[in-house]
């Protein structure tokens, strides 16, 4: 059975989705994330400890609950792409790029000829385990995948118009501390340069037919976000949120201690 891509479909139809980050190498978290309704996770790759095996079973885990998994890759290089795609993954992130011939090589690696080179072998999961309609399944497979590139730097912030024009590109992911210390003030999140900037590259993103992606840290910054014209929205990360919940209990036990004394 072939599956649909529903992030993709959900962005194309103009929607926005919501999601989060995991760097938990436990298929049972993000189990657990994937029955809150959020529209995806992110299994971060780059600074998580994941194994591919392990983001096998994180995709098997993500998706039976109704989520759409995407991989965040901190390796631009066609094997690594090429495996996280065969263990399932139909959304891909890569990080670290700032050249529009690094977006290209990162598009054409997902995608089979004639729209790129990936490798191919039918006896995968996005090919149902046979080579039985391949010609459909390649191009069912080159049709739902989802490219995203997380720009990062000075360099990348300078090129995102050049990026921008990448064919086969679905999505510009933009490092919000990246954007502060090219204006100038790192760290302030909320400095009207970087709301400026913020809003300028998601107008970019979208004159070229893109989705616009960033990070939120809170409500507020969600709402940040919205108003910029960013659709794809995440939200914290799966360790930060166990602690910080965690911490926050424990402060509700020792006040009711005092209370008690």
Same mark, same amino acid.
């Given at each position: 059975?072939?599956?649909?891509?529903?992030?993709?479909?959900?962005?194309?139809?103009?929607? /926005?989705?919501?999601?989060?980050?995991?760097?938990?190498?436990?298929?049972?978290?993000?189990?657990?994330?994937?029955?809150?309704?959020?529209?995806?996770?992110?299994?971060?790759?780059?600074?998580?400890?994941?194994?591919?095996?392990?983001?096998?079973?994180?995709?098997?885990?993500?998706?039976? /609950?109704?989520?759409? #998994?995407?991989?965040?890759?901190?390796?631009?290089?066609?094997?690594?792409?090429?495996?996280?795609?065969?263990?399932?993954?139909?959304?891909?992130?890569?990080?670290?790029?700032?050249? #529009?011939?690094?977006?290209?090589?990162?598009?054409?690696?997902?995608?089979?000829? #004639? *729209?790129?080179?990936?490798?191919?072998?039918?006896?995968?999961?996005?090919?149902?385990?046979?080579?039985?309609?391949?010609?459909?399944?390649?191009?069912?497979?080159?049709?739902?995948?989802?490219?995203?590139?997380?720009?990062? +730097?000075?360099?990348?912030?300078?090129?995102?118009?050049?990026?921008?024009?990448?064919?086969?590109?679905?999505?510009?992911?933009?490092?919000?501390?990246?954007?502060? *210390?090219?204006? +100038?003030? #790192?760290?302030?999140?909320?400095?009207?340069?970087?709301?400026?900037?913020? /809003?300028?590259?998601? *107008?970019?993103?979208?004159?070229?037919?893109?989705?616009? +992606?960033?990070?939120?840290?809170?409500?507020?910054?969600? /709402?940040?976000?919205?108003?910029?014209?960013?659709?794809?929205?995440?939200?914290?990360?799966?360790?930060?949120?166990?602690?910080?919940?965690?911490?926050?209990?424990?402060?509700?036990?020792?006040?009711?201690?005092?209370?008690?004394?």
């Amino acid at each position: 059975m072939l599956i649909e891509n529903k992030l993709k479909a959900k962005l194309k139809s103009g929607k /926005s989705v919501f999601g989060t980050w995991s760097m938990l190498p436990s298929p049972e978290v993000v189990n657990v994330i994937s029955r809150t309704q959020l529209d995806f996770v992110i299994l971060d790759m780059e600074h998580g400890v994941m194994s591919f095996e392990t983001i096998q079973r994180q995709i098997f885990a993500t998706e039976n /609950s109704g989520c759409t #998994p995407v991989v965040r890759l901190g390796d631009a290089g066609g094997p690594t792409i090429l495996k996280a795609l065969e263990a399932g993954a139909q959304n891909i992130l890569v990080s670290h790029v700032s050249s #529009p011939q690094e977006a290209l090589r990162i598009v054409r690696a997902c995608r089979y000829p #004639p *729209q790129g080179d990936r490798g191919l072998s039918p006896f995968t999961r996005n090919h149902d385990y046979s080579d039985a309609d391949l010609p459909a399944k390649l191009q069912h497979a080159n049709e739902q995948v989802f490219v995203g590139v997380l720009v990062e +730097g000075e360099e990348g912030i300078a090129n995102l118009e050049k990026i921008a024009q990448v064919p086969g590109l679905d999505m510009i992911y933009l490092g919000i501390y990246d954007i502060s *210390q090219t204006v +100038g003030v #790192p760290g302030d999140l909320r400095n009207p340069k970087v709301l400026k900037m913020l /809003s300028q590259s998601a *107008q970019v993103a979208a004159s070229h037919g893109l989705v616009a +992606g960033s990070v939120a840290r809170d409500k507020e910054y969600i /709402s940040i976000l919205t108003e910029c014209a960013f659709r794809f929205i995440s939200y914290r990360v799966d360790s930060a949120i166990l602690k910080e919940g965690l911490d926050q209990a424990r402060g509700w036990f020792i006040d009711s201690q005092k209370k008690v004394l």
